[in-house]
């Protein structure tokens, strides 16, 4: 092969400090209430807890409201409205079931924008994601799950499907309210009914969705949403009047929650952390394939459990794939998350990141070579710039453990088998990425890498009609899909 | 000499364990004896230790890629090749049975159903991925679709009662997925664990896909829940105790672990127990995308 000849010394793009973009900000109109409490048997309750958290914008560290930290007994309130409402919700005439999902979506893409600015205040992510991703795919999948809800015999041949039950559900910060859509559609499709708790850092827009519940119509008890922190969660998993556990988060936590309902018939859903591979092969369009990597590590500033943290570029293209990232990442815009051009936000927490900054040092003391781009971070806020490592060692805690930031690790491999073995040496097995123009090869590698989800010349697509989840330690289950019904059903 | 004092001297034998395409006793060196109805010893068996468990899972490990990737169609026909091996020894099996407690009738009732089990599972092989996966339609140029694989190395412990057709029921699915297996024979009636084993090992199943182990449970159900080298673990009417000891597998190495439930009769249940559903525990779904584009 010989080298492309290349230019990237003088992207075409930069202008030096002669012409900045002007900011573009996002209206920012939206009404946020000085406190919350919790959404239970169709009403704001004050709730039981005595204690708040302190819910901020990490983009400027200004408190947004003050809410409720739910505790047991509020979990027994929301858990007794949910089994109150089981009887009736589970028998609703299905196809009625299916019109509340159906209005619940609509709701959605009519109040778009308020949840999308109300998103990216209170997690941090660039408006442009929250917009285009994270509120069209929640409303994508209320609307797919509607369908489902009166089609149920259907979704395994020969078996009667029932529901489960009351469902816990326990979601993480890092897309708040694309994950209150992908717990609660298909739990209430399938004729369950819920008790939802979103994560400390990011309560806002489930406590919104409430108001859409409200809004519709939705019967009281037939989805709860009780805010709060850790204890929370553990009193909600724990509850024995729930049938069903679906669980987003780290891998420590899921295995904690097995740990607590080892021996009980609870049913079980984690879908927990990852290391995912990028493997990009010599024959494989760079430039496409180094668009996929950014796409994969630097979507929602790193804070997928999916990104694509572990880059494998066949050796006699590294030299060249590490020019055009370079290239690619000096145009990365990082700052206001409200602003339409932002590429980059804020990290959610300054505990996230405090936890980034730890790999970085780590990363360095281990011998890797650490590079950032150079850009400028507001001075307020909690903040990290793209980065990447060359130089990194199979061995080293920054390719082994997830970091859950904008981080890459670039390494290099010269055999598919070695990156295969090299992809898959891993405990986790969430998602992987494959470049290359070779059909074959792509379906041979496709096959053997262990992995829920295989992105083959793409990277961090998502559909509500496509199965997620875990191979491994990142969990089980499936979320999306004809797949994702079944942990919320009873066949027979 | 005493009067009971017989004029041939039976040949006693000790079943083995079935490890890795060979017959090795347990490297504990402990037997147990069987003994029938009227209390006369039949054969010895082999008591399997946590060691054995592990050069089990080892062989098993070592097996289950080439298992996986061999053709649907050829694993359909070596799950037949076991039907047509148990069939072909039905009076060994019957009497063992027998042995275990049945009646002849009972006995007979479970071997045919035994065998019909292979039967079933043999012709899902090239089937299941037809019903478990499916192509998605995303919302985008992509093409998107999601096929079955095995879950990988798999334990199965088998109930006390039903001692072969309790195994062959749990196996059949495993095998017929692609899973390496290491199983757990009834406690109670193992004979039949340790015929099956000979079986197996005249019906083509390649060395160490399969595994059988006659033991102790509370011995080596904490064994098979630590053992980090395994995916996951299919048991059938455990009790609740023992199952929590399996289910804390999940929390060590995210194994995932299933108990089924079979109700009085539910056994001999084709429709229950011969449905693609039973397979959903035992495979990982794998979704695939591709752009779609000129």
């Not at chain 1, 929301?78 to 619940?104: D, G, M, N």
């Not at chain 2, 019957?94 to 275990?100: I, K, T």
């Not at chain 2, 190495?253 to 539910?266: D, I, P, Q, Y």
Request: aromatic residues 8%; hydrophobic residues 40%; proline residues 6%.
């Amino acid at each position: 092969m010989t080298p492309k000849t290349l230019n990237i010394e003088a992207p075409a793009l930069d202008f030096g400090e002669h012409w900045e973009y002007a900011p573009a900000p996002e209206g920012t109109k939206v009404e946020i209430a000085a406190r919350y409490g919790a959404f239970i048997n169709g009403e704001f309750v004050k709730g039981h807890g005595r204690k708040r958290l302190t819910t901020v914008n990490p983009a400027t560290e200004e408190t947004l409201s003050e809410v409720l930290i739910a505790n047991p007994k509020d979990i027994d309130d929301a858990v007794a409205a949910a089994r109150a409402a089981l009887p009736k919700w589970k028998r609703l005439k299905p196809q009625e079931r299916a019109k509340y999902l159906f209005r619940i979506a609509r709701r959605i893409q009519e109040r778009a924008r308020e949840l999308a600015v109300l998103e990216t205040l209170d997690n941090g992510k660039p408006i442009k994601e929250s917009r285009d991703v994270d509120i069209p795919e929640a409303a994508k999948h209320f609307f797919y799950h509607a369908g489902w809800a009166d089609k149920l015999d259907y979704v395994f041949p020969g078996r009667k499907a029932r529901p489960v039950g009351v469902c816990a559900q326990i979601i993480p910060w890092n897309f708040p309210f694309l994950m209150a859509a992908w717990k609660i559609a298909p739990a209430i499709a399938c004729g369950n009914t819920v008790v939802l708790k979103p994560a400390e850092t990011t309560p806002l827009t489930a406590l919104r969705l409430a108001e859409i519940f409200q809004e519709v119509g939705l019967p009281p008890g037939v989805v709860n949403i009780v805010p709060g922190d850790g204890t929370t969660g553990a009193a909600l998993a724990a509850h024995p009047g729930c049938q069903k556990l679906a669980f987003t988060g780290s891998t420590a936590v899921g295995k904690e929650l097995a740990r607590v309902n080892a021996g009980t018939s609870k049913r079980l859903t984690l879908e927990l952390g990852g290391k995912s591979p990028h493997i990009i092969f010599n024959d494989a369009s760079l430039d496409a394939a180094v668009e996929g990597v950014v796409q994969g590590i630097f979507f929602n500033q790193g804070h997928v459990c999916c990104a694509g943290s572990r880059l494998f570029v066949q050796e006699d293209v590294l030299p060249e794939v590490q020019q055009l990232l370079r290239a690619r990442l000096h145009n990365l815009r990082v700052g206001d998350p409200l602003d339409k051009n932002t590429d980059l936000g804020a990290i959610n927490s300054a505990s996230q990141l405090a936890t980034i900054q730890h790999y970085l040092k780590l990363g360095v003391a281990e011998g890797a070579s650490l590079q950032q781009i150079k850009t400028k971070l507001p001075k307020k806020g909690y903040w990290c710039a793209p980065t990447w490592f060359e130089g990194v060692q199979p061995a080293h805690v920054i390719a082994r453990e997830e970091i859950f930031g904008p981080v890459l690790a670039v390494m290099s491999f010269r055999t598919p088998e070695e990156a295969l073995t090299r992809a898959n040496n891993t405990p986790y097995g969430l998602a992987a990425g494959i470049w290359s123009d070779k059909g074959a090869r792509i379906f041979d590698i496709a096959a053997k890498l262990k992995a829920g989800v295989v992105w083959c010349n793409t990277y961090n697509r998502f559909d509500a009609t496509s199965p997620f989840g875990g191979y491994k330690q990142s969990g089980f289950g499936r979320e999306g899909g004809r797949h994702g019904l079944l942990p919320y059903l009873e066949l027979s | 000499m005493t009067s009971s004092t017989p004029e041939r001297l039976s040949v006693l034998k000790t079943y083995k364990l079935y490890l890795g395409g060979a017959y090795p006793r347990t490297e504990s060196g402990r037997t147990m004896p069987i003994h029938d109805a009227k209390d006369n010893l039949v054969a010895h068996f082999c008591l399997a230790s946590r060691k054995d468990f592990r050069n089990a899972v080892g062989a098993a490990r070592k097996a289950q890629d080439s298992w996986a990737s061999r053709t649907n169609y050829l694993r359909g026909q070596i799950l037949y090749r076991m039907a047509e091996m148990l069939e072909g020894r039905t009076d060994e099996f019957r009497q063992a049975l027998v042995v275990g407690g049945h009646t002849a009738r009972q006995a007979q009732q479970e071997l045919e159903a035994a065998v019909d089990r292979l039967v079933a599972f043999a012709g899902w092989a090239d089937k299941y991925s037809q019903i478990l996966g499916c192509h998605n339609p995303v919302a985008a140029p992509y093409y998107n679709f999601s096929v079955p694989e095995p879950s990988g190395v798999c334990v199965a412990v088998a109930p006390d009662e039903a001692p072969l057709l309790g195994l062959v029921s749990l196996l059949a699915p495993l095998l017929c997925v692609g899973n390496a297996v290491v199983a757990l024979g009834s406690q109670k009636a193992p004979l039949a664990t340790a015929l099956f084993g000979e079986v197996c090992g005249v019906s083509d199943v390649p060395a160490g896909v399969l595994n059988l182990l006659t033991g102790d449970r509370a011995e080596l159900l904490p064994e098979f829940s630590a053992h980090r080298d395994v995916d996951a673990i299919l048991t059938a009417n455990l009790r609740p105790a023992e199952r929590r000891i399996l289910d804390l597998g999940t929390a060590d190495n995210m194994k995932r672990v299933h108990h089924e439930k079979w109700g009085k009769g539910a056994i001999m249940d084709t429709g229950l127990m011969h449905g693609p559903d039973r397979l959903l525990p035992l495979i990982e779904i794998k979704t695939i995308w591709h752009p779609v584009g000129r």
